[in-house]
Protein backbone atom coordinates (compact mmCIF):
# COMPACT_ATOMS: atom_id res chain seq x y z
CA UNK A 1 0.00 0.00 0.00
CA UNK A 2 1.34 3.27 -0.90
CA UNK A 3 0.33 6.24 1.57
CA UNK A 4 0.85 9.83 0.50
CA UNK A 5 2.17 12.05 3.57
CA UNK A 6 1.40 16.08 3.21
CA UNK A 7 3.26 18.45 4.61
CA UNK A 8 0.76 20.24 7.07
CA UNK A 9 2.02 23.47 8.00
CA UNK A 10 1.47 24.71 11.42
CA UNK A 11 -1.97 27.23 11.88
CA UNK A 12 0.33 29.91 12.17
CA UNK A 13 1.69 29.45 8.79
CA UNK A 14 -1.66 29.32 7.22
CA UNK A 15 -2.65 32.51 8.57
CA UNK A 16 0.64 33.66 6.80
CA UNK A 17 -0.59 32.50 3.78
CA UNK A 18 -4.25 33.68 4.00
CA UNK A 19 -2.77 37.25 5.09
CA UNK A 20 -0.12 37.02 1.78
CA UNK A 21 -2.60 36.23 -0.59
CA UNK A 22 -3.41 38.56 -3.32
CA UNK A 23 -6.77 38.89 -4.67
CA UNK A 24 -7.14 40.25 -8.03
CA UNK A 25 -10.09 41.62 -9.43
CA UNK A 26 -10.49 38.54 -11.01
CA UNK A 27 -12.12 36.94 -7.83
CA UNK A 28 -14.48 38.98 -7.71
CA UNK A 29 -16.43 38.82 -10.95
CA UNK A 30 -19.22 36.93 -10.01
CA UNK A 31 -19.20 38.28 -6.86
CA UNK A 32 -20.99 41.82 -6.73
CA UNK A 33 -21.68 42.24 -3.28
CA UNK A 34 -20.61 45.70 -1.79
CA UNK A 35 -18.46 46.23 0.05
CA UNK A 36 -15.64 43.72 -1.42
CA UNK A 37 -13.96 44.30 1.62
CA UNK A 38 -16.47 42.73 3.90
CA UNK A 39 -16.57 40.03 1.44
CA UNK A 40 -12.93 39.73 0.85
CA UNK A 41 -12.43 39.44 4.85
CA UNK A 42 -15.60 36.72 4.63
CA UNK A 43 -13.32 34.84 2.30
CA UNK A 44 -9.72 35.15 4.14
CA UNK A 45 -11.41 34.03 7.29
CA UNK A 46 -13.59 31.59 5.44
CA UNK A 47 -9.54 29.68 4.11
CA UNK A 48 -7.93 30.03 7.56
CA UNK A 49 -11.09 27.47 8.81
CA UNK A 50 -9.96 25.56 5.76
CA UNK A 51 -6.75 24.91 7.45
CA UNK A 52 -7.99 24.18 10.67
CA UNK A 53 -10.62 21.77 9.10
CA UNK A 54 -8.23 19.85 6.82
CA UNK A 55 -5.55 19.81 9.72
CA UNK A 56 -8.34 17.70 11.81
CA UNK A 57 -9.61 16.22 8.67
CA UNK A 58 -12.67 17.45 8.47
CA UNK A 59 -15.47 18.40 6.39
CA UNK A 60 -16.89 21.94 6.81
CA UNK A 61 -20.12 23.98 5.58
CA UNK A 62 -19.84 27.03 3.34
CA UNK A 63 -21.86 30.05 5.35
CA UNK A 64 -22.28 32.67 2.91
CA UNK A 65 -23.01 32.65 -0.96
CA UNK A 66 -21.49 35.75 -1.21
CA UNK A 67 -17.71 34.36 0.03
CA UNK A 68 -18.58 30.64 -1.91
CA UNK A 69 -18.63 33.24 -5.19
CA UNK A 70 -15.76 34.67 -4.49
CA UNK A 71 -13.81 31.46 -3.74
CA UNK A 72 -14.92 30.57 -7.05
CA UNK A 73 -13.14 33.73 -8.49
CA UNK A 74 -10.20 32.23 -6.55
CA UNK A 75 -10.60 28.82 -7.72
CA UNK A 76 -10.57 29.99 -11.36
CA UNK A 77 -7.20 31.58 -11.20
CA UNK A 78 -5.89 27.94 -10.87
CA UNK A 79 -2.09 28.71 -10.67
CA UNK A 80 -2.52 31.37 -7.55
CA UNK A 81 -4.95 29.27 -5.64
CA UNK A 82 -2.54 26.19 -6.63
CA UNK A 83 0.33 27.74 -5.13
CA UNK A 84 -2.15 29.57 -2.30
CA UNK A 85 -3.31 26.19 -0.89
CA UNK A 86 0.61 24.22 -1.46
CA UNK A 87 1.55 27.40 1.30
CA UNK A 88 -1.55 26.99 3.38
CA UNK A 89 -2.47 23.57 3.58
CA UNK A 90 0.33 21.43 1.80
CA UNK A 91 -2.13 19.87 -0.13
CA UNK A 92 -4.59 21.31 -2.39
CA UNK A 93 -8.07 22.35 -1.02
CA UNK A 94 -11.01 20.98 -3.31
CA UNK A 95 -14.57 22.30 -3.57
CA UNK A 96 -17.20 19.80 -3.13
CA UNK A 97 -20.85 21.72 -3.65
CA UNK A 98 -23.81 20.60 -1.69
CA UNK A 99 -24.89 17.23 -2.60
CA UNK A 100 -21.77 16.15 -4.33
CA UNK A 101 -20.84 12.76 -2.44
CA UNK A 102 -17.08 12.69 -3.68
CA UNK A 103 -16.48 14.71 -0.29
CA UNK A 104 -16.68 11.74 1.48
CA UNK A 105 -19.04 13.15 4.13
CA UNK A 106 -22.37 12.06 4.38
CA UNK A 107 -23.44 14.14 7.13
CA UNK A 108 -26.05 17.77 6.81
CA UNK A 109 -25.18 21.17 5.60
CA UNK A 110 -26.39 21.75 9.40
CA UNK A 111 -23.52 19.24 10.84
CA UNK A 112 -21.07 21.13 8.61
CA UNK A 113 -21.80 24.60 9.37
CA UNK A 114 -21.88 23.57 12.66
CA UNK A 115 -18.36 22.28 12.31
CA UNK A 116 -17.46 25.50 10.77
CA UNK A 117 -17.72 27.64 14.14
CA UNK A 118 -15.68 24.56 15.75
CA UNK A 119 -13.00 25.86 12.90
CA UNK A 120 -13.39 29.63 13.52
CA UNK A 121 -13.13 28.82 16.87
CA UNK A 122 -9.64 27.41 16.26
CA UNK A 123 -8.15 30.21 14.42
CA UNK A 124 -9.92 33.07 15.37
CA UNK A 125 -7.41 35.93 16.42
CA UNK A 126 -8.13 37.87 20.02
CA UNK A 127 -11.19 40.17 19.64
CA UNK A 128 -11.80 39.35 15.86
CA UNK A 129 -15.00 38.89 14.99
CA UNK A 130 -16.24 36.19 12.71
CA UNK A 131 -18.12 38.04 9.55
CA UNK A 132 -19.29 34.85 7.96
CA UNK A 133 -22.70 34.23 9.72
CA UNK A 134 -24.44 37.07 8.61
CA UNK A 135 -22.03 38.72 5.50
CA UNK A 136 -24.89 37.61 2.76
CA UNK A 137 -27.67 39.70 5.01
CA UNK A 138 -25.35 42.28 5.56
CA UNK A 139 -24.23 42.71 1.93
CA UNK A 140 -27.92 42.27 0.36
CA UNK A 141 -28.07 38.98 -0.84
CA UNK A 142 -31.30 37.82 -2.09
CA UNK A 143 -31.49 34.52 -0.08
CA UNK A 144 -28.98 34.69 2.53
CA UNK A 145 -27.25 31.83 4.04
CA UNK A 146 -25.30 32.35 7.27
CA UNK A 147 -25.93 30.86 10.83
CA UNK A 148 -28.41 32.31 13.36
CA UNK A 149 -26.45 33.59 15.70
CA UNK A 150 -27.99 31.69 18.36
CA UNK A 151 -26.29 28.76 17.36
CA UNK A 152 -22.99 30.17 16.80
CA UNK A 153 -23.12 31.02 20.85
CA UNK A 154 -24.74 27.92 21.69
CA UNK A 155 -21.78 26.10 19.67
CA UNK A 156 -19.08 28.58 20.99
CA UNK A 157 -20.53 27.91 24.34
CA UNK A 158 -19.88 24.11 24.30
CA UNK A 159 -16.70 24.93 22.81
CA UNK A 160 -15.82 26.93 26.43
CA UNK A 161 -15.23 29.77 24.35
CA UNK A 162 -17.66 33.11 23.24
CA UNK A 163 -16.37 35.84 20.70
Known amino acids: MLL????????????RAV???????????TCPWQPCDLVETGLRQWLRCCGAAMRDGQVIGMPSHAVDEAWHGLILCTNRYAQFCDRAYGRFLHHFPAGDSAAGGTD??????????????????????CVLWDLDTVVGVDHPWGIPRERVLLIE???????
Do not use: I, Y
Open 4 to 15: HHFRRPGLEAMN
Open 19 to 29: DALELSEAVFK
Open 108 to 129: SMDAQLGRTVVAWSLVARPGER
Open 157 to 163: GSLGTVG
